[in-house]
């Protein structure tokens, strides 16, 4: 009976160690079959990653490229024999976007001798790394010169507006729309006349003109309107205009032809600034309001090249000195007033830096603004517009309201000698007197006591360049 037990113990025992040896099999199965869909996971996700971390470095790449267009044409306008960028530029090195640089080469068309063939490629590298680019990207464009004046005030549609004894001396004018003067306000003189042109692209007409707006008018309407005491010297170019005013008061001066009979003025365009690439540039973000940047007293401050200065309102006021190395970007708005000083760093040398707000720009007090050894002064450029979106192109309706919102203001008896003021998609105002070296907006609103004298031209070079065809070739 005993031998029967153990034999049966021992069945027993060996068929459970039979089952025990089955379930570790049947578990080690099932953990590498779950292994294999983990890691099958973990590279589908990470694929998905690579993939999307390679998309942006392809848009990123061709941003650069295209980054490289448009400051080889801002260049342009700035001489005409620039030769383009051999030397890769720096357009961004974060950690987010990585490593972005731009080269562009510039020829002569073989089509057309007023017509240049600008070549961009950008790349892009991780961060920390220029060895191998992730992603390369070619644009080539075609961009034409048309003949520029170097006019010191330049409008677009808005025209340019002049009230009370405000005048304009030692400048040529170039109004893409229309001239409105009244009171005794002036233009010129009759000892030194100036060239002014009005194109009278301000149609249709209303206070919603449509998706066609501007276009040149053709309903007999005058361009320049004229109240009795105001005065106008020089050549005089006008699309439409037959009146010299009621009191004739269009005239050529000492040396000027007066209104040019029949005469159909050339629309011109308005000084370029590349905002994606002055933003795209930045390499100092800081706050503008408080700290090293900020004013206070009699503080001196020297901003570097390419710094975003954040806050809701830069204040440069009081009696401060600001340095500007180079470019600056404001994403608000800019007041500059008190006693403040704004030099222009003499390591810029030639080049203007360019002061780029979202914002609004006032000037007033006793500011002044010192152009550097070189001659070079700071232009002040405001996007602001009424889409919302200081980086979008406002057309239409939408540039009409636009044109008619005053998002630079300019006051008292300013020293601003070299600097431009460009309300880009808007209104400029100055209602003071003094030294401004230029002035531009679709809008100039010109509504002082006294004389502006202009010395600054809007266009160094002898044309103004515009691209007039574009093709991705890579």
């Not at 030194?192 to 449509?210: F, W």
């Not at 629309?267 to 940047?293: F, K, L």
């Not at 222009?344 to 007090?365: F, N, Y």
């Amino acid at each position: 009976m005993v031998s029967v037990i153990n034999l049966f113990r021992r069945v027993v025992s060996r068929k459970q160690h039979h089952e025990h040896g089955m379930i570790l099999v049947s578990a080690l199965i099932i953990s590498t079959v779950l292994m294999v869909i983990g890691f099958t996971l973990i590279s589908a996700v990470a694929g998905q990653y690579r993939l999307a971390s390679d998309d942006v470095y392809v848009d990123n790449s061709l941003q650069a490229a295209e980054a490289g267009v448009e400051q080889s044409v801002e260049q342009l306008n700035q001489n005409d024999n620039f030769g383009g960028y051999t030397t890769p530029q720096t357009l961004f090195n974060n950690t987010t976007q990585g490593y972005g640089t731009f080269t562009a080469t510039i020829a002569a068309s073989p089509d057309d001798t007023n017509a240049k063939i600008i070549t961009a490629i950008g790349s892009t590298y991780h961060y920390g790394q220029t060895s191998r680019p992730v992603s390369t990207r070619k644009v080539k464009v075609t961009v034409v010169g048309t003949s520029s004046g170097g006019y010191s005030v330049s409008t677009g549609p808005g025209g340019l507006i002049l009230g009370g004894s405000a005048s304009i001396t030692n400048s040529s004018v170039y109004v893409n729309g229309t001239i409105t003067m009244t009171g005794a306000s002036s233009i010129g003189t009759q000892a030194n006349p100036v060239t002014v042109d009005v194109a009278n692209i301000a149609c249709p007409k209303g206070s919603s003109p449509g998706s066609t707006y501007p276009t040149v008018c053709t309903d007999g309407s005058q361009p320049i309107s004229l109240a009795y005491s105001t005065k106008m010297w020089g050549s005089v170019c006008a699309t439409g205009q037959t009146s010299t005013g009621p009191n004739n008061n269009i005239q050529g001066g000492s040396t000027g032809q007066g209104l040019k009979a029949g005469c159909t003025a050339p629309s011109v365009s308005q000084p370029y600034y590349n905002r994606a690439g002055i933003v795209g540039g930045v390499t100092t973000t800081a706050s503008g309001t408080s700290g090293s940047y900020s004013c206070s007293g009699n503080k001196t401050v020297t901003l570097p090249a390419n710094i975003d200065l954040t806050g809701s309102t830069i204040n440069w006021a009081s009696s401060c000195t600001f340095i500007i190395s180079g470019n600056v970007y404001i994403p608000g708005n800019l007041s500059v007033g008190g006693a403040a000083k704004i030099k222009v760093a003499d390591s810029a040398g030639t080049t203007r830096p360019i002061v780029v707000v979202d914002g609004t720009i006032t000037v007033g007090g006793s500011a002044s603004m010192i152009a550097n050894a070189s001659g070079a002064g700071i232009d002040y450029v405001s996007f602001k517009n009424t889409t919302g979106n200081p980086a979008s192109t406002p057309t239409g309706t939408n540039l009409y309201n636009s044109q008619i919102q005053q998002n630079i203001s300019v006051g008292g008896a300013v020293n601003l000698a070299g600097m431009v003021f460009d309300a880009y998609w808007s209104k400029v105002s100055l209602s003071g007197s003094g030294n401004v070296g230029a002035a531009a907006g679709q809008t100039v609103d010109l509504s002082g006591a006294g004389t502006v004298v202009f010395g600054t031209t809007l266009s160094s070079g002898s044309k103004t360049w515009t691209i007039s065809s574009y093709q991705q070739i890579l």
